[in-house]
């Protein structure tokens, strides 16, 4: 009844028909992948439309159709197969239990040779010493049977090797065009995706698993490999070698930039002393009524509020010159990520090339452990909070950067051509519409770097910033739990309190 | 001839666009060769935007170009203030080539000679509805108080009064479309480029809008180019009009000559279903009156008198009321042509 009064209207609808570009994508073989994938897509299910090809050869068909990560997802599983396979057929099973049991026969053996020689000068210790040569050899007889018995369990290894690789070669058979499918469907869009089949992606996938599987298969079930094989044949002195270059290249550095270097420092030095002269050295009363003001002026009500708490905290417990030593610290090393970092960021957003080239470098900033960076800072800098700003800059301001680059690109182009139409110059583009359009995005990357730059303090005091970090670093000395942790807190409070002010001034342009 | 080509204020010469990272190979072998959109998208990853346009606009004309979607009116309106580059071709406005101007100069004749509406609004979200208004004088380095006096003018000319100190976003769409079209009046311009500016309004305010704009644009005497996809609309404001498909211009004519003779069955297709009665006129149909065999009983001494310049509407009121043909006359009342009522009718149905 329901079917009658509502004719399907999209049985008319005619079929695309994809098969002049399946048989284009697809190279060789073309009339079954165009049978196969368009009954896949279809029914949107694979029914029972076994690849024969990726079933017999595994990995080799996944390269020469392109399907590189399938290719090396299944090499390796079938290698982890083929180990225990090898390891079942001629694997030494007990070698270590055996090497175990040689050895303590040797012991025993030993032992007995001393007891006879002591039985002979009388010596009392030759009982003792006959009764160990006795355990011993019982333990090397236990060592045996365990050798044995792992020796016996080679069809374990034998059945699972089997198992497993007959597993995986059914998963592939069975999803191989499921996934060709969606390379597909990726290689309608972009073009440049790998198609057909490729004899040159065969070959390279050949000369790969025939380098990998011997290789490896020798490794892993032959119970003493040569020692090529297991530690990487190098002479140690490549490494002391350059090692001993580079510091004489940092060493050179430091001598020949030492004026570069000097005027950084003098520069970070003046914007550190203006601040401290603000918060460390005026009197805390002055400094606590100064940031609640201001937090209450620039953020809101709550920010004064969470502010004077935090204040309280710190000043009660005694930890107030040290919290704004690390503020001064934080708050020059958050300056000058966000004085570099928002020129970059737009830079970056403008230029495609500089932002390839410079993507791994900030990748490096923010992978990099810092005491790496800490010893050629040291070199360059000396020690002292200048050095300690630096570090925290290095490690706190990719984000700020990022994140101002993503943000301009994510500015609607038409509101940007409507400015063009009007008549607005770049620079009038970049401060009337695009920053302002981009400032929740960069916001964000501004609270980063604030929070960032604050874990980096107790990194920082190794090096001689002084404040909250070297309480936590002494804590950490005296394995004093409770000072850490009273610390540790100060930091977190100093954190948010400079992260909401900061906030709080776009918060409330946004509420509006 | 010279007094013409001194008005003419938009001229595009062989203008052409084509999209992608090909684009100057695929123009090279359409100029040699000569393929089409489809061979240029298929040989060359390439999209043809515009297609060897040329038309010209001459001074206080509302100039429509209509299409249907992806035709390329976007991508052409914006070849005349150059927010696209041609790949080739030439740019006239006011006067001056725009491909040559210096980027300082053509950012000044943005400034204070083109008003531009667009089709997704382009609002800037950050600012107040005046602040948008006001942003084209800002840039000119206006007074505040004279952006506010502007700005102020400009709105109520649309029907927003009381919305100034809103944000974009708490407006409708159609509202916004608004602000756009008081943005684009505020500045003043000489030119106004409006890419379908009235699309999204419903038919009221829009009809509303197309009165007030083109009394609007007769005072102040700007010169249009109105983007619309919309033939009922084109026909309404434009002087003339330009149809254009895949790219290319298929025909330029004053909505009576697109109505009454379309030039393919494309444009056919889109009169089809217009009312002939206020674009044709009685010249178009007439006999003249010397060619005119009276049938019995006709006596053309009889007949009521018109000018030959009243439309298809005015005849049939004045038809109704006699049995004899209507005789038309030239500007100084000579008998020049006769309608019958056969002729008429058939006028109706055909638009000649
Ligand atoms: N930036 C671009 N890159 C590539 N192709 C484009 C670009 N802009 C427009 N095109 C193409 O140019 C053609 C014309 O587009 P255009 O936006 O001018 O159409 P339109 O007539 O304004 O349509 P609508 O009425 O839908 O707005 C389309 O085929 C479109 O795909
Ligand atoms: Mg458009």
Redesign the interface.
Known sequence: MAENSQPDVTKDIPKIDLSDSIREFSGQNSDYYVDTLSQIQATGENLNLWNKAALLCGPAWCAARGLWNLFWLFTIAELVALVQLGKGIWGDLGASKMAEAEQLTKRAHDLRLEAGVAGVTGDESAESSAEIAMNLEKAAELAIQQAQAAASTWWLYLIAGIVLYVVLRYVLGKFANRLYELQYSAWRLNKKIASGFSMQRLTIALVILVILVPLTLYRFTVSSPVEWLVDVPVDNAYYTNSANALEGWFDRTAEAGKGVFDGITAGAQSVLDAMELLLVDAPWPVVAVFLVVIAWRVASIRVAIFTAASLCYIGFLGLWEASMVSIVLVGAAAFFCILIGIPLGIWFSRSEKAYAVARPVLDLMQTIPPFVYLIPIIAFFGTGRVPGILATIIFAMPPVIRLTALGLRQVPSTVVEAAVAFGATKWRILVGVELPLATPAIMTGVNQTILMSLSMVVIASLIGAKGLGQEVLTALQYVAKGQGILAGLAILFCAMMLDRIVQGRFQRQEDQ | MNDNEKDIVIELKNAWKIFGERASEAMAAVESEGIGKAEVLEQYGAVVGIADCSFSVRRGEIFCIMGLSGSGKSTLVRHV?R?IEPTSGEIYLLGEDVMKLSPTAL??????R?G?V?Q???????RSVRDNVA??LE??GESKSRRWDVSQHSLSLVGLDGFEDRFPRELSGGMQQRVGLA?ALA?DPDVL?MDEPFSALDPLIRRQLQDQFMALSDQLHKTTLFITHDLDEAIRLGTRIAIMKDGRIVQIGTPEEIVTNPADDYVRDFVQNISKLKLVFAHTIQTPISEYKPVDGEDLSQSPRVSQDVDLDYLIDVATNTTQPTVTTDESGNDVGVVSKDRLLQGIRDGK
Do not use: G, V
């Open positions: 203030n927010l950012r000044e004749m943005r400034a204070k083109i531009m667009f997704h609004m382009a609002l800037l979200p950050h942003y084209p840039i000119r943005r500045s480029l």
